[in-house]
Structure formats: C-alpha cells, structure tokens
Nanobody
Framework: QVQLVESGGGLVSTGGSLTLSCAAS????????MGWYRQAPGKQRELVAA???????VYADFVKGRFTISRDNAMNAVYLQMNSLIPEDTAVYYC???????????WGQGTQVTVSS
C-alpha cells in the first residue's frame, strides 16, 4: 500500500506561481510513473503532467511551457512547478503514482489550487 501526501496548493493571482509536492511512502515496489491530474468543478479529471523516469515526461497541451514536472526517486517524491497561472487552472490537483509491479495506481487526497482574476 502506497500513501501519498500532497502539499503546496493555495490561492494565487493570475500570472502567479505555485509548486505542488507529493511524497510517496510505503512503497515496497519501485514506482514507474509519477504525475499530476486535476479536476475542475463539473469536469472530468484530466492529466496535467507525468514523469516516466527514463521513459520521459508528458504534458497536457494546456500547460506546456508553463508547468514543469520533476521527481526525486531517492525521496519517492514528485513536484509540479506551475508558472503563469490563469483562472482556468483552478482545480483540485491530484498526485498519482503507478507501481512497476502490477501497474497499480495510487492517488493522493487532492490539493486545491485557485487562481483569481
């Protein structure tokens, strides 16, 4: 069982920046993908960015050039640096990890990001 603890959400003005952090614990298996999803009110959860280790990274088109994902394998942590935030980025952001063994997905509890206009 993997536990994920997220931090770093909050309220920011348009054009501002936030950094989200997610720490994974309890993983007896190496983690494959580590990433971030978001869900705005009335919308489906969507991928923001994912890091596949040596498999590279992937970003949603709507965050390219503004957000950067990074991971620290020694710490089993993943980060999302968010710059040039706009009101459309307002959502609950969820950390997601997938294990190598069994390809099991785990989710964090979510952290609210609110961008004011």
């Amino acid at each position: 069982q993997v536990q994920l603890v997220e931090s770093g959400g909050g309220l920011v003005s348009t054009g501002g920046s936030l950094t989200l952090s997610c720490a994974a614990s309890g993983s007896g298996s190496s983690l494959n993908a580590m990433g971030w999803y978001r869900q705005a009110p009335g919308k489906q959860r969507e991928l923001v960015a994912a890091d596949f280790g040596r498999g590279g990274t992937v970003y949603a088109d709507f965050v390219k050039g503004r957000f950067t994902i990074s991971r620290d394998n020694a710490m089993n942590a993943v980060y999302l640096q968010m710059n040039s935030l706009i009101p459309e980025d307002t959502a609950v952001y969820y950390c997601n990890v997938r294990t190598f063994v069994g390809s099991i997905d785990y989710w964090g509890q979510g952290t609210q990001v609110t961008v004011s206009s």
